[in-house]
């Protein structure tokens, strides 16, 4: 089997997920669907981020947030999920940490919720279906804000 050491490192570049430390960007992933949950994390992790915590509604991923904090740099959140929908969720934890860094997850036609979720304190969104250079260049886009 080839190793890292069999391949010339000529197009060689840091991962986007790594801070200037080396250390990879902790990210929270909250969504109901699998799939998506699925597709992010690969997304993020082909990039050396870091997924700390995945929750399936709104209530778990704040509660995930305050046991995660403050490791989590970054938070993924669907808008429509059950239990708690992603902008409630959002709410509460910008209330819980003003500098938490959020980006929306959502379908199309969902563009009032979007524009609530960024006066709320969204940093910015993503809509779905998840486009790979899309994703990456928000989070990028949203990790130097």
């Known amino acids: 089997m080839k190793t890292k050491t069999d391949f010339p490192t000529i197009n060689e570049r840091r991962p986007e997920g790594l801070k200037e430390d080396g ?7 909250v969504d109901d669907s699998m799939f998506v949950t699925k597709q992010i994390g690969q997304i993020l992790t082909s990039e050396g981020y870091e997924i700390v915590g995945i929750a ?5 991923g704040l509660e ?3 046991e995660l904090y ?7 959140m669907d808008i429509t999920m059950p239990k708690m929908d992603g902008v409630t969720a959002l709410e509460k934890i910008i209330e819980f940490d003003k500098k938490a860094r959020v980006i929306m ?4 036609g969902k563009q009032d919720l979007v524009k609530k979720s960024l006066l709320l304190g969204a940093k910015n969104y993503i809509v779905k279906p998840l486009d790979r250079k899309k994703v990456l260049e928000r989070v990028r886009m949203t990790l130097n804000q």
């Open 70 to 76: 403050p490791n989590v740099d970054l938070v993924t």
């Open 105 to 108: 997850i959502s379908a199309l």
């Open 56 to 60: 399936g509604d709104g209530q778990e």
């Open 64 to 66: 995930k947030y305050k």
């Open 23 to 29: 250390t990879p960007y902790k990210v929270l992933v």
